[in-house]
T-cell receptor, first 109, second 117 residues
Framework: GIQVEQSPPDLILQEGANSTLRCNFS?????LQWFHQNPWGQLINLFY???GTKQNGRLSATTVATERYSLLYISSSQTTDSGVYFC???????????FGTGTSLTVIP | EAGVAQSPRYKIIEKRQSVAFWCNPI?????LYWYQQILGQGPKLLIQ????????DSQLPKDRFSAERLKGVDSTLKIQPAKLEDSAVYLC???????????????FGEGSRLTVL
């Protein structure tokens, strides 16, 4: 099956710092999403981004499908950004999303 | 728009007991998924429904897990008998996607945290 790898696995930032999270996938994908899992376990949708670049406030994401990777940028990080960030990819239209290994982010004041 | 609803939020049982989780997807979403998330790992698909039919249950441990979506809306996931290794968060998700036809964004409920003692 498809391999989805995220880096770095763990990240500690000072509040206000910027960061880039990476998601690599081993095969062509039909779709890609980024999620933030908060400390209570809820998976929050960040971006639905099969290709191109999107921005939402301090967050932005870029997917280069031809090179099989996606990047999530967090600028001016806040303590509320702490949690685990997952990318998930869909190989075949309308079928399951495969999740990456996650990046655990801790933002300290 | 109401999100994906799940219950119960927390459940503690002893091994060999049974448990059931309920999910109500976003209105109009044809596709419903149950994922299992073990601590420290990403979610893993257990079963995918499209309306009331099963699209993929290849990773569902069918000797102890069962799931149904009888009227193509709500779904129930059951574990009987539970094992220690079933301790996890069970996440329900829904999407407007249709297998082989169209894709859509995945939305998750808050999850049901199971502890098996």
């Amino acid at each position: 099956g498809i391999q989805v790898e995220q880096s770095p696995p763990d990240l500690i930032l000072q509040e206000g710092a910027n960061s880039t999270l990476r998601c690599n996938f081993s095969d062509s994908v039909n779709n890609l999403q980024w999620f933030h899992q908060n400390p209570w376990g809820q998976l929050i949708n960040l971006f639905y981004i099969p290709s191109g670049t999107k921005q939402n406030g301090r967050l932005s994401a870029t997917t280069v499908a031809t090179e099989r990777y996606s990047l999530l940028y967090i600028s001016s990080s806040q303590t509320t950004d702490s949690g685990v960030y997952f990318c998930a990819v869909e190989m075949d239209t309308g079928n399951q999303f495969y999740f990456g290994t996650g990046t655990s982010l801790t933002v300290i004041p | 728009e109401a999100g994906v609803a799940q219950s119960p939020r927390y459940k503690i049982i002893e091994k060999r007991q049974s448990v059931a989780f309920w999910c109500n997807p976003i209105s109009g979403h044809a596709t419903l998924y149950w994922y299992q998330q073990i601590l420290g790992q990403g979610p893993k698909l257990l079963i995918q429904f499209q309306n009331n039919g099963v699209v993929d249950d290849s990773q569902l441990p069918k000797d102890r897990f069962s799931a149904e979506r009888l009227k193509g809306v709500d779904s129930t996931l059951k574990i009987q008998p539970a094992k220690l290794e079933d301790s996890a968060v069970y996440l329900c998700a829904s999407s407007s996607s249709l297998a082989g036809v169209s894709t859509g964004e995945l939305f998750f409920g808050e999850g049901s945290r199971l502890t098996v003692l």
